[in-house]
């Protein structure tokens, strides 16, 4: 049986969110600001639970605070209640071997994610303009996105033969000397923050892999509290499932390494390397991305996406062939009167 929570002001009882602007805890209803030790301290006091019932293919949460419905899909590990639109983290999602190791909280926050979107927007002249109207900037979303992030040590051998030519010049003859070297590598590295998707929704997965590289080196330690105010999604794809992926990557890595290090001859032919694994630590994180998406009448599904924590963006834009049609139809017209001139003078 899972919970539902939603971390609550000392002061007043109103739901806290988590702001990315001061990296604190505020209450919208008497304006006060936690720290996240004030916050842990008031949940072990009382943290308010509600139960839940499943079904198939859907799961049925129950708000904390009004008790209305709130269907989630089996992913989604934080969202808001559409009634009361309290926060509730669905925390019998997180717990367990699903409990995330580390969270990069969001940095940027909603306004300047939505002013970001509408000056980025503004530079693109043939977007539909009911891709960025007030409604479609109302769904802008913040999502924790889960991850694997890989930590590892290897070692390796490198192998091939080098050749380093030299060429001069006396009177009218020209010398030319090479020498053949046989050059090998062994060493050792420490590769950082692999980061690999957990999630299989293929919309989302392209999303995200868009705004990286995040800052990994700014996570801290999960809590609940830092889903509050955003939705979150758990991971669907387990560490086994990409395994042969990853030790391929940290091979290729390494094997480039080695490779990085012979820079002094003409040419250099490879005949051998061997890499070895020797430690691996795999980390479940949750990375923060500003999301938009729109569907087109033909169901066709568009998106922007931002990175939370640098505002790198990206995105695949629809087109109004309407104004399209217009642009093109002030060239022709320009174009046309262009010959008309061009004609009454000749």
């Given at each position: 049986m899972n919970d539902t929570i939603t971390h609550h002001c000392p002061n007043c009882g109103g739901p806290l969110t988590f702001n990315p602007d001061d990296q604190k805890f505020h209450c919208d209803y008497c304006l006060s600001i936690f720290t996240i030790e004030a916050v842990?301290?008031?949940?072990?006091?009382?943290?308010?639970?509600?139960?839940?019932?499943?079904?198939?293919?859907?799961?049925?949460?129950?708000?904390?605070?009004?008790?209305?419905?709130i269907v989630t899909d089996a992913t989604t590990a934080a969202t808001y209640c559409y009634f009361c639109h309290n926060p509730v983290v669905l925390q019998g999602r997180l717990i367990g071997e699903f409990l995330p190791n580390k969270?990069?909280?969001?940095k940027i926050d909603r306004k300047k994610a939505e002013a970001d979107f509408l000056a980025?927007?503004?530079?693109?002249?043939?977007?539909?303009?009911?891709?960025?109207?007030?409604?479609?900037?109302e769904k802008m979303t913040g999502v924790y996105f889960p991850y694997w992030v890989v930590d590892a040590k290897t070692q390796g051998?490198?192998?091939?033969?080098?050749?380093?030519?030299?060429?001069?010049?006396?009177?009218?003859?020209?010398?030319?000397?090479?020498?053949?070297?046989?050059?090998?590598?062994?060493?050792?590295?420490?590769?950082?923050?692999?980061?690999?998707?957990?999630?299989?929704?293929?919309?989302?997965?392209?999303?995200?892999?868009?705004?990286?590289?995040?800052?990994?080196?700014?996570?801290?330690?999960?809590?609940?509290?830092?889903?509050?105010?955003f939705q979150a999604e758990k991971r669907?794809?387990?560490?086994?499932?990409?395994?042969?992926?990853?030790?391929?990557?940290?091979?290729?890595?390494?094997?480039?390494?080695?490779r990085d290090t012979i820079t002094s001859y003409t040419t250099f032919n490879k005949k051998s390397s061997s890499i070895a694994i020797d430690e691996q630590n795999n980390h479940y994180m949750l990375l923060p991305v500003w999301l938009v998406?729109?569907?087109?009448?033909?169901?066709?599904?568009?998106?922007?996406a931002m990175n939370g924590q640098t505002g790198k963006t990206n995105g695949i834009l629809p087109i109004s062939y309407s104004k399209l049609g217009l642009t093109s139809a002030g060239i022709f017209a320009l174009v046309a009167a262009i010959l008309m001139i061009v004609g009454y003078f000749i």
């Amino acid at each position: 049986m899972n919970d539902t929570i939603t971390h609550h002001c000392p002061n007043c009882g109103g739901p806290l969110t988590f702001n990315p602007d001061d990296q604190k805890f505020h209450c919208d209803y008497c304006l006060s600001i936690f720290t996240i030790e004030a916050v842990d301290a008031e949940d072990e006091a009382s943290i308010v639970e509600k139960n839940i019932e499943e079904t198939s293919e859907n799961e049925l949460f129950l708000c904390p605070s009004c008790g209305a419905q709130i269907v989630t899909d089996a992913t989604t590990a934080a969202t808001y209640c559409y009634f009361c639109h309290n926060p509730v983290v669905l925390q019998g999602r997180l717990i367990g071997e699903f409990l995330p190791n580390k969270v990069l909280p969001f940095k940027i926050d909603r306004k300047k994610a939505e002013a970001d979107f509408l000056a980025w927007v503004k530079k693109k002249k043939f977007i539909p303009k009911d891709f960025y109207d007030t409604q479609q900037i109302e769904k802008m979303t913040g999502v924790y996105f889960p991850y694997w992030v890989v930590d590892a040590k290897t070692q390796g051998e490198y192998h091939g033969k080098g050749t380093a030519v030299r060429v001069w010049i006396v009177g009218d003859l020209e010398y030319t000397e090479t020498k053949i070297y046989d050059v090998y590598r062994k060493g050792k590295a420490k590769i950082n923050d692999l980061v690999k998707n957990a999630l299989s929704k293929n919309i989302q997965q392209k999303m995200v892999n868009q705004v990286q590289p995040f800052p990994i080196n700014n996570a801290v330690n999960f809590k609940t509290e830092y889903l509050s105010g955003f939705q979150a999604e758990k991971r669907d794809i387990e560490m086994q499932d990409l395994s042969a992926d990853v030790s391929r990557e940290l091979n290729e890595y390494t094997d480039n390494l080695m490779r990085d290090t012979i820079t002094s001859y003409t040419t250099f032919n490879k005949k051998s390397s061997s890499i070895a694994i020797d430690e691996q630590n795999n980390h479940y994180m949750l990375l923060p991305v500003w999301l938009v998406t729109y569907h087109d009448k033909n169901g066709k599904v568009y998106y922007y996406a931002m990175n939370g924590q640098t505002g790198k963006t990206n995105g695949i834009l629809p087109i109004s062939y309407s104004k399209l049609g217009l642009t093109s139809a002030g060239i022709f017209a320009l174009v046309a009167a262009i010959l008309m001139i061009v004609g009454y003078f000749i």
